[in-house]
């Protein structure tokens, strides 16, 4: 099971951006961020298939980018116009080619990291 490490969370003004990144110990078919905001259920905010091909929930289309370096394993959210909703533990998920399909999360996931939206 691939082991990932999320970094680049903290505590920004709405409006303002934020870069997370997560490394993975191998290769993958593709992978994805979640977030759980507090006390509500874990919802999909991004994913990218190792061919470049991304899927964004509609809470951040068009304010959030997904980018992916296959060479170094390594995945990226770029957040940019936080809202105080955009508030969350966000975690990073390898999917393989089923979870892909049926649009399911994969079995491995980092430890989350905090981002905090508020002014």
């Known amino acids: 099971q691939v082991q990932l490490v999320e970094s680049g969370g903290g505590l920004v003004q709405p409006g303002g951006s934020l870069r997370l990144s997560c490394a993975a110990s191998g290769s993958t078919y593709a992978m994805a961020w979640y977030r759980q905001p507090p006390e509500k259920e874990r919802e999909l905010v991004a994913r990218?298939?190792?061919?470049?091909?991304?899927h964004y929930a509609d809470s951040v289309k068009g304010r959030f980018t997904i980018s992916g370096d296959n060479a170094k394993n390594t995945v990226y959210l770029q957040m940019n116009s936080l809202k105080p909703e955009d508030t969350a533990v966000y975690y990073c998920?390898?999917?393989?080619?089923?979870?892909?399909?049926?649009?399911?999360?994969?079995?491995?996931w980092g430890q989350g990291t905090q981002v905090t939206v508020s002014s």
């Open positions: 990218i298939h190792n061919s470049g091909d991304t």
């Open positions: 998920n390898a999917m393989n080619m089923a979870n892909w399909v049926f649009g399911r999360p994969g079995d491995s």
